[in-house]
C-alpha cells in the first residue's frame, strides 16, 4: 500500500472526532440553558424581543432590587405571538424546567394553565400584582376563579379619525359608514381602515361587536356556545356591510394592522380602527396628517350604549415546571411593578395595567421622538390616555377557554371573507363549528 | 470482495444436477453469496433508515389511533380508526384534497411545458453555455420561503409591481382564481429549473446518430421531436413528473406565506400543519399525516404501474 491514504487517515479521524465534538458541545450549550452562577438562581423569562430595550430594563432593575436573591435572564421568542405560542408548547409539553417566567398574550391563559404549563400565582404575590389593576386586564389572567398570571401590558383598538375630514366622530359603525358615504360623494378622502383578513384580527373584531351588541361568545363558564340570535345578527350584518361598503378597501380581506397603517399614512382615508402604534408611526411617516388625526371610543353598535372592545396585551405567568417557582412568582411581581410599568409605556409605547398610571404626569406628559424629513421631533407620546383608559376600563375579554385557538380558528374560518357574510345563515353556522371547537374533535 | 469473487470461479464446472437445481431456485451459489454481500453492505443504510423514517411514520401511525391532545395530558386513550373517521367524514378534508390536486396538477402540466422548452435550450445552446444554465437554475437555488414572499409583495396592490406592468388594479389575494394563479405561478417559477434539470439529463439519452439517421431520412423537425425524441426520453419525463407530482402535492411554504388558506386555497399539509401544530391535536393531526402519506404512496403507485414497464425498458430488462 502507497503512504498516502495511510497517511492521510489518522488526519481524517481526527477532523471527524473534531466535528463530532463541536457538534456536541453546541448541543450541550443549546440543552443547558439556564445554569446558576455564582449560587444565585437564574430565572429564565422567555418573552418576545421587545425591540426598545424596555424588558431589559425592567429585569435590570428587578436584579438589582433583588440583591442576589435571583437573577432574571431574559430569553428571547420570535415577534409574532403565534410563533411565540408554538415555541412554548413545544418546551412546555416536553416539561422543560428551564422557563421560569413567560410573557404571554392574554389569549393564552386558559389552555396554559388547563394542561398545567404555568402555576397559579401565590396569594401574596396575587394581592400585589392585582391592587389598583384594570379589571378586564386582572379577569385575562384569571382562569377557573384562580389567578395564573400578572398583567403586565394592555392595550385595545381605537377609532383614529380627521379633524380636517370630519367634526365629530361617529359613534357607531352604521354612523361611520353613512358618513363614508357622504364623504365619498363630496370628494374628500372618505376610506374606512380595519382588519379583514383571515386570522386573529378578525375574531378580535368580531368579539368588539358582539360585545357592544350584548352578545357572548361562550356562556359565563366557557364550556358552552352562547351567541344569542339577535345581537349575533346584528354583529354579523355590520361586518358584511362594512366590507361591502365602496369606501373599504378592495383588498380588505387581506388587510391586518398594519395595511391599515400604510394605507393611513396615505392620505385616503377618513376613518381607521386600529391600536396606538399607529400615532408615532404618522408622526414619523406623514405629519401632515398625523397634525389632523383624532381618536375616539372604538365605535359601538347603539347610539346609547358605549362600546366594549377586546382587550388585548401581555401577562406575565410562572412555568409550570420551574424548579424556582416561588423565586420566579416575586420576580413577576417585581417585573409588572408601576415602575416598570411606566418604563414600558415611555421607552417602548406599551400601555399599562394600572389604572392610576393613565392620569400619571409621567405617562401623560411623556413624550416620544420621531424623525421627520430626516429631522429629530418630540412629539406626546399618549395624547389619548383618557379615552384608552375608558375604553380598557369597559374592555371584554375574549373566550376564556382551553380550545382558545380552536374557537377563534372557527370564528375567522366561518366568517372569512367578510363580504360573503349572510346574517340570516351564517348564526346557525358559526355556532355549529364553535360548538365543534369545544369538542376538541373534527377538523376546522 | 476477492473471495466472494474467486471462490466460484475455482470451482470447476459442475455437472447438471446442481445446476437444474439452481436454474429452478433461480439462483446460483454465487449468486446467493452476492445477494448476501449486497444486503450486509445495505445494512448500515437500511438500520440508519428505519430509525429516522420507519420509527417516526410508525409513531405517527400509533399517535394516530389515540384520542390525544398535548393540552390536555391526562385525556389520553386508545380510539381506533376514530381519527381517520373524523377526517375522512369531514367535507373540509375533501375539500382541500381538492385543491391541493388542481395547485398539483396545473402547476405540473405548466412546469413540464416549460422544463421542455428550457432543458431543449439548454442542450442545444452553443454559445456562452455554462451561463444560460446557470442563470435556468436561479430560481430553484432561492428558498421556497423567500420566493413566495417576494411574489407576495410583487402582486401586493400597495407595494408591488405587477399591477403598474399589467396597467391592472387588482388585490390579487382578496379572489380565489387570482390566489391561485400566483400560488401555481409561484411555484411554476421556482421549480421549473428543477424539471428542466431532469429533462435535460432525458435529451443527453437520445443518441444524435439516431436523430440524424431520421433528419437524412426526411422526417421534419416536430415529426422528430414526436417519433425520436420524445420516445427515448420517455423514462426522463416519467421520473420528473413523478418527482413534481410528490413534491408538488406537499405544498406548505408557498400557500402558507401567501394566503394562509384564505380564499379556499388550503391545501393538505396546512390542514396538518394546523391540526397538530397550532391546536395541538397530536392523534387528529397524525391522522391528517398518515393520510397525506397514504396519497402520496398511491400517487408513486399509480406512476410506477402505469409507467413501470417504459422504466424497465430504459433499464433493458424487457424487449
Known amino acids: 500500500m502507497p503512504t498516502g491514504p495511510a ?47 424596555a424588558f431589559t430594563d425592567a429585569a435590570s432593575a428587578c436584579n438589582e432590587a433583588a440583591d442576589g436573591k435571583y437573577r432574571i435572564k431574559a430569553v428571547n421568542l420570535p415577534n409574532n405571538a403565534d410563533e411565540q405560542r ?65 398583567p403586565f401590558n394592555s392595550n385595545a383598538e381605537m377609532l383614529w379619525y380627521r379633524a380636517d375630514v370630519t367634526k365629530e366622530p361617529p359613534a357607531t359603525w352604521g354612523e361611520m359608514i353613512s358618513e363614508a358615504a357622504k364623504l365619498r360623494a363630496a370628494g374628500k378622502p372618505d376610506m374606512m381602515l380595519g382588519q379583514g383578513q383571515r386570522y386573529e384580527g378578525l375574531v378580535v373584531w368580531f368579539t368588539s361587536l358582539l360585545e357592544s351588541a350584548g352578545g357572548h361568545v361562550l ?81 359601538g353598535v347603539d347610539a ?54 393613565y392620569d400619571d404626569k409621567e405617562l401623560t406628559e411623556a413624550t416620544v421622538e420621531v424623525t421627520v424629513d430626516g429631522k429629530k421631533k418630540k412629539v406626546k407620546a399618549f395624547p389619548y390616555a383618557d379615552v384608552i383608559k375608558a375604553e380598557l376600563k369597559d374592555a371584554v375579554v375574549r373566550p376564556q377557554t382551553p380550545y382558545y385557538n380552536d374557537v377563534a380558528l372557527a370564528i375567522s374560518r366561518t366568517l372569512h371573507p367578510t363580504r360573503g357574510i349572510d346574517p340570516d345563515k351564517d348564526v346557525e353556522r358559526l355556532r355549529k363549528a364553535i360548538t365543534d371547537a369545544l369538542n376538541g374533535e373534527g377538523l376546522l | 470482495m476477492t473471495a466472494t469473487t474467486a471462490a466460484p470461479a475455482k470451482q470447476p464446472p459442475e455437472p447438471d444436477p446442481e445446476a437444474k437445481a439452481m436454474g429452478k431456485k433461480g439462483l446460483s451459489a454465487r449468486a446467493r453469496s452476492e445477494r448476501k454481500l449486497g444486503w450486509m453492505l445495505c445494512a448500515p443504510a437500511v438500520f440508519v433508515m428505519l430509525l429516522v423514517t420507519a420509527y417516526p411514520i410508525g409513531y405517527a401511525f400509533w399517535l394516530s389511533l389515540q384520542r390525544y391532545d398535548l393540552r390536555f395530558p391526562d385525556d389520553h386513550k386508545f380510539v381506533g380508526f376514530k381519527n381517520y373517521g373524523a377526517v375522512l367524514g369531514n367535507s373540509l378534508w375533501w375539500q ?85 394563479f400566483v400560488i401555481i405561478f409561484t411555484e411554476v417559477w421556482k421549480t421549473t429549473p428543477f424539471m428542466s434539470l431532469l429533462l435535460l439529463a432525458g435529451f443527453t439519452l437520445v443518441p444524435q446518430d439516431v436523430v440524424d439517421a431520421a433528419r437524412v431520412d426526411g422526417a421534419t423537425t416536430p415529426q422528430r421531436l414526436r417519433t425520436i425524441i420524445i420516445p427515448l426520453m420517455k423514462p426522463a419525463i416519467l421520473v420528473a413528473v ?36 397550532s ?24 406512476f410506477v404501474k402505469g409507467f413501470g414497464t417504459s422504466l424497465a425498458q430504459q433499464r433493458g430488462e424487457t424487449p
Open chain 2, 242 to 277: 413523478l418527482f413534481r407530482t410528490l413534491d408538488a402535492f406537499r405544498i406548505f411554504d408557498t400557500v402558507y406565506v401567501q394566503t394562509r388558506g384564505a380564499q379556499n386555497t388550503e391545501t393538505v399539509s396546512i390542514i396538518g400543519y394546523q391540526t397538530l401544530i
Open chain 1, 304 to 357: 346609547d350604549t358605549p362600546s366594549k372592545v377586546a382587550i388585548g396585551g401581555f401577562n406575565l405567568g410562572v412555568g409550570g415546571f420551574s424548579k424556582h417557582a416561588d423565586l420566579a412568582a416575586e420576580a413577576v411581581s417585581c417585573l409588572v411593578g408601576d415602575d416598570n410599568q411606566i418604563v414600558n409605556a415611555t421607552k417602548g409605547g406599551l400601555l399599562p395595567v394600572t389604572e392610576s398610571l
Open chain 1, 219 to 299: 356562556n359565563a363558564d366557557g364550556t358552552k356556545v352562547s351567541l344569542a340570535e339577535g345581537p349575533t345578527k346584528k354583529a354579523l350584518q355590520i361586518m358584511r356591510d362594512f366590507s361591502r361598503s365602496p369606501s373599504t378597501p378592495d383588498n380588505f380581506a387581506t388587510a391586518r394592522e398594519d395595511d391599515g397603517r400604510l394605507e393611513w399614512e396615505k392620505g385616503t382615508a377618513a376613518f381607521m380602527t386600529n391600536y396606538s402604534f399607529v400615532w408615532p408611526s404618522a408622526n414619523g411617516n406623514a405629519p401632515a396628517i398625523a397634525a389632523q388625526m383624532r381618536w375616539a371610543r372604538f365605535p
Open chain 1, 7 to 53: 497517511a492521510r487517515r489518522p488526519r481524517w479521524r481526527g477532523a471527524a472526532v473534531a466535528v463530532t465534538g463541536l457538534f456536541l458541545a453546541a448541543g450541550l450549550a443549546a440543552c443547558g440553558g439556564g445554569g446558576d452562577e455564582g449560587g444565585v438562581p437564574t430565572l429564565n423569562w422567555y418573552v418576545y424581543n421587545e425591540p426598545s430595550g
Open chain 1, 86 to 150: 408554538e415555541q412554548l408548547v413545544r418546551r412546555l409539553a416536553a416539561k422543560d424546567s428551564s422557563i421560569d417566567i413567560i410573557g404571554m398574550d392574554v389569549i393564552w391563559t386558559a389552555e396554559f394553565a388547563e394542561a398545567g404549563w404555568i402555576k397559579p400565582i401565590p396569594k401574596a404575590e396575587a394581592d400585589q400584582v392585582t391592587k389598583g389593576r384594570l379589571a378586564p386586564a386582572v379577569k385575562t389572567a384569571t382562569y377557573k376563579d384562580r389567578l395564573y398570571a400578572a
Open chain 2, 96 to 180: 382541500d384534497l381538492t385543491n391541493t390536486l388542481v395547485i398539483t396538477f396545473f402547476s405540473v402540466i405548466v412546469e413540464l411545458v416549460l422544463g421542455f422548452a428550457l432543458a431543449f435550450v439548454m442542450h442545444r445552446v452553443i454559445f456562452g453555455r455554462s451561463i444560460v444554465r446557470s442563470s435556468i437554475l436561479v430560481p430553484y437555488g432561492i428558498i421556497t420561503v423567500v420566493a413566495a414572499f417576494t411574489w407576495r409583495f410583487a402582486f401586493d396592490p400597495t407595494t408591488g409591481f405587477v399591477n403598474g406592468l399589467l396597467g391592472t388594479d387588482r388585490s390579487w389575494f382578496t379572489e380565489q382564481w387570482s390566489s391561485y
Open chain 2, 279 to 302: 391546536r395541538l391535536n397530536l392523534g387528529l393531526g397524525s391522522a391528517v399525516s398518515v393520510l397525506i402519506f397514504g396519497c402520496v404512496l398511491i400517487i408513486a403507485f399509480l
